[in-house]
């Protein structure tokens, strides 16, 4: 069936969490840099487009990888693994077996070291990259893990209060604590896009997938008498 994206402006006075954490000030910490995907940088590229190292996974890469402070390159592959490579040099430092591929999700990365990333075993994993060790495999592990009903494609963004919102294939948003709780979630529809914030208006902006046939033009809710 042929299907069509619908925009859906979403309106919502966001939990506030307690141990918050704001998006990094990093390089590139997340899908197009910022809340509002502006995918602007003011640092310059290469000057000259010369291969310097290539790092081979077991599946296709399909999603955008993201850069710290310390230069390492996050990014997620559909072999299922999620992994931390040196942009220096393309070493792997460490690397996570999910449950399913990681398909189109982008990693986003806090001001605190933690990465979060999507699958679609349905989880969103949390990984305090300063707790890990590379030298040492046992801390090869997630922080925690929220499931959702459903394969996770979009790429999560952070809210200052330090939320972290991201979209399921289950139709539900969700708006997750730093610590791996929910703040709220809201049926919208199946998507892989990546939300967009105004933190100045408060608002959320993002696209779904309805049949074509739908009568479905708007979509307005009201969630503790704040407008969706």
Sequence with gaps: MLKRVLFVLLLQILCVDNLS??????????FHKDEKNSGFTSNFGTQVGKLKWKFVTGGPVTSSPIIDNNGIVYFGSADNYFYAVSAETGAVQWSYLTGGAIELCSPALDENGVVYIGSNDGYLYAFDTKTINPKNKTTWKEKWKFKTNGAISSSP??????????????????SISSSGALN???????????????????????????PQDSPITTVEYEIDNNTI
């Excluded at 209060?161 to 948003?173: H, K, L, Q």
């Design 184 to 210: 709220w979630k809201q049926y919208v529809g199946a998507t892989w896009c990546s939300p967009a914030l105004d933190v100045m208006k408060n608002q959320l902006y993002i696209g779904v997938w309805e």
């Design 21 to 30: 954490a704001q998006l990094a000030d990093a390089p590139w910490p997340k």
């Design 157 to 174: 963004t952070i809210h200052p209060n330090g939320s972290i919102i991201i979209a399921s294939n289950d139709g539900y948003i969700y």
